[in-house]
């Protein structure tokens, strides 16, 4: 039996020397590992292949994290290990190695926990058991390949689009509760001076404006309603600028508040200041999502809105995570709690999570509230995997996907009878050609995710298919 160790220098191949005793108890092997004189005597080094470089050995260790024979170590193996490949065993600690290894060469490979004992012998005696390396270089190059591998896991990952979307939209919420609550401190500060504002503007980002304009109420005149209304104008509802420009300054002649000091209204007009900052941040940062939404998941979010979209990829970890869930997941993500809690007491289980701030659940009647989450939910699966696994990004296939939910809500509502899916799937396609795109689409389906995989590494892998 031979033992295969990848080192951060090299390969290693150990061979067995001690009888059928070693591997025939795992308690003999533990008690083994510990003492280098008795372990020494079970294994001796057959041969080490060192690595040529920095870059061969990241090369290596990558294709061993994914279970690849690299061309280096299939040759190691094949000058080192006898040619009878039937009477050899080679353990290896990787099972998805052993498996190639088993695969590619014919070796019988074992990976059980007598192997896993074994190497973690020859890693805690490394430094001894191999030769010809100083004290100190397995370490420095553990070091040296641990920060090479990180870097290129980091720079080549195939989330990195989702990982912006899940931080702009975990952002936009905390900005959402804080602005609230600083918008309500304002209300409330403010107030003493002037109470009659807050039932004349409801808006709480045009209400922190108004506190920077006005500052004193007593200082107000016909003079400052035109400087009143450009400051209304800015109002992102409809709003009768005149009207209530008037109306501010009739309530403030009429005020029952208390005056308040200058240096007090300083501080309430920095304040009013940072929450009107922190709601243009958030007009920003919520534009700044919508592109990537368009960019990651362009189907998925003409489906069902840029922020249920964004919210279903922050919950299910990424895009490609979202596209392995089935329907039944996707439709009650983000009710994991109500889930359990109902499978305990054995009570009704939750119809829907996240996607019940879709506006196609508010717009179904109450008894239809369930199949419409159902059918929304199977249609926001269909929509992130065709945004996962499309070579050319699109949305025509989520605009087609809505008018089918739409259609839906009709037939429950009027009976209208909806279109079918084959008839919908052949005009977004239709769509798709008329729209300058190719005639077929190509769609890697060999492995989830190895498109955006391809994508990330600058070359493309796994066997293509075409969708019609």
């Excluded at 430094?127 to 100190?136: A, H, N």
């Excluded at 922190?208 to 003079?223: G, M, P, Y």
């Excluded at 659940?361 to 929509?383: E, V």
């Excluded at 689409?441 to 019609?468: F, H, N």
Aim: hydrophobic share 40%.
């Amino acid at each position: 039996m031979f033992i295969l160790f990848e080192t951060a220098s090299g390969y290693a191949l150990f061979e067995r020397v001690a009888g059928d005793e070693v591997g025939m108890e795992l308690d003999e092997v533990q008690e083994a590992v510990k003492d280098l004189a008795r372990f020494g005597r079970y294994l001796k080094l057959k041969s080490f292949a060192p690595f040529k470089s920095a870059a061969h050995a990241l090369e290596n260790i990558n294709d061993v994290s994914e279970g690849i024979v690299n061309a280096h170590l299939k040759s190691f193996l094949e000058l080192n290990l006898p040619g009878k490949k039937s009477k050899v065993q080679l353990g290896v600690f990787e099972k998805g190695l052993a498996g190639a290894i088993k695969a590619d060469l014919g070796y019988d490979c074992q990976s059980n926990e007598v192997v896993a004992e074994v190497v973690r012998g020859i890693r805690l005696h490394a430094d001894k058991l191999l030769g010809g390396l100083k004290e100190g270089d397995l370490e420095k190059a553990q070091l040296g390949l641990g920060h090479s591998y990180s870097r290129a896991k980091v720079k080549f990952n195939v989330n990195r689009a989702d990982n912006m979307i899940i931080q702009a939209i975990a952002l936009l919420d905390q900005l959402d509760k804080d602005i609230n609550t600083f918008s309500m401190r304002v209300r409330e500060w403010y107030s003493w001076h002037f109470p009659e504002l807050i039932k004349i503007v409801a808006d709480n980002h045009l209400y922190a404006k108004l506190v920077k304009h006005i500052r004193d109420k007593s200082r107000l005149t016909e003079a400052d309603i035109p400087a009143l209304e450009d400051v209304l104008a800015m109002s992102a509802t409809p709003i009768d600028g005149p009207g209530k420009a008037r109306q501010i300054l009739e309530a403030a002649k009429s005020s029952m508040g208390t005056d308040i000091a200058d240096t007090d209204m300083d501080n309430i007009e920095q304040f009013a200041n940072r929450v009107v900052e922190l709601g243009d941040y958030r007009k920003s940062l919520h534009a700044y999502l919508v592109s990537k939404m368009h960019q990651v998941a362009p189907n998925l979010s003409a489906l069902i809105g840029e922020t249920v979209g964004a919210r279903l990829i922050s919950h299910a970890g990424s895009l490609t995570n979202l596209s392995k869930y089935p329907a039944s997941t996707v439709q009650i993500l983000g009710a994991e709690k109500a889930l359990f809690r109902a499978l305990k007491t054995k009570g009704n289980t939750p119809k829907y999570g996240l996607i019940y701030h879709s506006t196609f659940i508010g717009r179904a009647g109450q008894k239809n509230k369930g199949r419409i989450s159902r059918f929304l939910a199977n249609k926001c699966s269909i929509a992130s995997r065709i945004d996962c696994f499309i070579e050319k990004p699109t949305q025509k296939f989520g605009e087609i996907l809505r008018d089918q939910v739409e259609e839906r809500l009709k037939f429950y509502e009027e009976g209208t009878t909806p279109r079918k899916n084959a008839d919908a799937m052949k005009s977004a396609l239709d769509a798709v050609k008329a729209g300058g795109d190719d005639d077929e689409m190509e769609v890697d389906l060999s492995v989830p995710g190895s498109k955006r995989k391809a994508d990330a590494d600058g070359e493309e892998k796994g066997t293509k298919k075409k969708v019609r």
